[in-house]
Protein backbone atom coordinates (compact mmCIF):
# COMPACT_ATOMS: atom_id res chain seq x y z
CA UNK A 1 0.00 0.00 0.00
CA UNK A 2 1.58 3.20 -0.85
CA UNK A 3 -0.12 6.81 0.40
CA UNK A 4 0.69 10.06 -1.63
CA UNK A 5 0.47 13.17 0.82
CA UNK A 6 1.38 17.12 0.77
CA UNK A 7 -0.32 18.29 -2.21
CA UNK A 8 -1.97 21.86 -2.17
CA UNK A 9 -2.36 24.90 -3.73
CA UNK A 10 0.62 26.68 -4.52
CA UNK A 11 1.66 30.01 -6.97
CA UNK A 12 3.59 29.86 -9.28
CA UNK A 13 7.64 29.76 -8.27
CA UNK A 14 6.47 28.09 -5.04
CA UNK A 15 7.74 25.06 -3.44
CA UNK A 16 5.38 21.50 -2.27
CA UNK A 17 7.05 18.61 -0.96
CA UNK A 18 5.12 15.44 -1.48
CA UNK A 19 5.69 12.32 1.00
CA UNK A 20 4.90 8.36 -0.25
CA UNK A 21 4.12 6.31 2.81
CA UNK A 22 4.95 2.34 2.17
CA UNK A 23 3.54 -0.61 3.76
CA UNK A 24 2.71 -4.10 2.82
CA UNK A 25 5.89 -4.83 1.05
CA UNK A 26 9.71 -4.79 1.79
CA UNK A 27 10.65 -1.35 1.14
CA UNK A 28 13.81 -2.31 -0.47
CA UNK A 29 12.59 -4.81 -2.70
CA UNK A 30 11.19 -2.18 -5.28
CA UNK A 31 12.50 1.15 -6.91
CA UNK A 32 9.54 4.46 -5.47
CA UNK A 33 8.44 6.55 -8.40
CA UNK A 34 6.11 9.20 -8.76
CA UNK A 35 4.05 10.52 -11.67
CA UNK A 36 1.25 12.41 -12.35
CA UNK A 37 -2.34 12.05 -13.67
CA UNK A 38 -5.46 13.85 -13.47
CA UNK A 39 -8.69 11.85 -14.67
CA UNK A 40 -8.97 11.99 -18.42
CA UNK A 41 -5.15 13.08 -18.84
CA UNK A 42 -2.09 11.14 -20.07
CA UNK A 43 -0.10 9.56 -17.58
CA UNK A 44 3.78 11.02 -17.00
CA UNK A 45 6.48 9.90 -15.65
CA UNK A 46 8.01 12.38 -13.01
CA UNK A 47 10.47 10.95 -11.12
CA UNK A 48 12.15 7.50 -9.67
CA UNK A 49 14.54 6.23 -7.09
CA UNK A 50 15.99 2.97 -6.18
CA UNK A 51 15.90 2.92 -2.51
CA UNK A 52 18.75 0.85 -1.54
CA UNK A 53 21.45 2.80 -3.10
CA UNK A 54 19.83 6.19 -3.53
CA UNK A 55 20.03 6.16 -7.84
CA UNK A 56 17.35 8.90 -8.66
CA UNK A 57 16.13 10.04 -12.06
CA UNK A 58 13.92 12.77 -13.65
CA UNK A 59 11.33 13.36 -16.41
CA UNK A 60 12.72 16.01 -18.36
CA UNK A 61 9.97 18.17 -18.05
CA UNK A 62 11.23 18.51 -13.67
CA UNK A 63 15.13 18.09 -14.32
CA UNK A 64 16.05 20.86 -12.10
CA UNK A 65 13.48 21.65 -10.23
CA UNK A 66 12.58 18.24 -8.79
CA UNK A 67 14.98 16.11 -6.55
CA UNK A 68 13.27 12.87 -5.09
CA UNK A 69 14.73 10.87 -1.88
CA UNK A 70 14.03 8.59 0.68
CA UNK A 71 14.06 7.38 3.98
CA UNK A 72 14.11 3.53 4.31
CA UNK A 73 13.84 4.10 8.80
CA UNK A 74 10.16 5.36 7.69
CA UNK A 75 9.51 3.33 4.34
CA UNK A 76 8.72 7.26 3.22
CA UNK A 77 10.00 8.45 -0.37
CA UNK A 78 9.77 12.51 -0.61
CA UNK A 79 9.25 14.45 -3.52
CA UNK A 80 10.43 18.49 -3.23
CA UNK A 81 9.03 20.38 -6.17
CA UNK A 82 10.32 23.60 -6.23
CA UNK A 83 10.19 26.60 -8.98
CA UNK A 84 6.31 25.09 -9.57
CA UNK A 85 4.76 26.10 -13.20
CA UNK A 86 1.49 25.97 -13.48
CA UNK A 87 2.03 22.42 -15.67
CA UNK A 88 3.24 20.79 -12.69
CA UNK A 89 -0.46 21.21 -11.78
CA UNK A 90 -1.62 17.57 -11.69
CA UNK A 91 -2.58 14.71 -9.33
CA UNK A 92 0.90 13.28 -8.09
CA UNK A 93 0.92 9.26 -6.86
CA UNK A 94 3.44 7.31 -5.96
CA UNK A 95 4.03 3.87 -6.69
CA UNK A 96 6.57 0.98 -6.37
CA UNK A 97 8.14 0.17 -9.44
CA UNK A 98 10.38 -3.49 -10.67
CA UNK A 99 13.81 -1.79 -10.50
CA UNK A 100 14.76 -2.05 -14.13
CA UNK A 101 11.84 0.35 -14.88
CA UNK A 102 13.28 3.14 -12.89
CA UNK A 103 15.77 4.56 -14.68
CA UNK A 104 13.08 5.11 -17.88
CA UNK A 105 10.74 6.14 -15.46
CA UNK A 106 10.53 9.55 -17.03
CA UNK A 107 9.61 8.24 -20.79
CA UNK A 108 7.70 4.64 -20.11
CA UNK A 109 5.84 4.74 -16.99
CA UNK A 110 5.94 0.62 -16.55
CA UNK A 111 6.47 -1.63 -13.98
CA UNK A 112 4.20 -0.74 -11.16
CA UNK A 113 3.39 -3.44 -8.85
CA UNK A 114 1.94 -1.45 -6.48
CA UNK A 115 0.18 2.46 -6.24
CA UNK A 116 -1.94 4.77 -4.36
CA UNK A 117 -4.40 7.08 -4.10
CA UNK A 118 -3.05 10.34 -5.46
CA UNK A 119 -2.50 13.79 -4.21
CA UNK A 120 -3.68 16.99 -5.89
CA UNK A 121 -1.29 19.57 -6.52
CA UNK A 122 -2.41 22.84 -8.08
CA UNK A 123 -0.29 26.03 -9.63
CA UNK A 124 -1.72 29.26 -9.95
CA UNK A 125 0.20 31.90 -12.56
Known amino acids: QLQASGGGLVQAGGSLRLSCAASGFTFGDYAIGWFRQAPGKEREGVSCTITSDGRTYYGDSVKGRFSISSDGAKNTVYLQMDNLKPEDTDVYHC????????????????????WGKGTQVTVSS
Open 95 to 114: AAVEYKYCSNYGSIVGGMDY
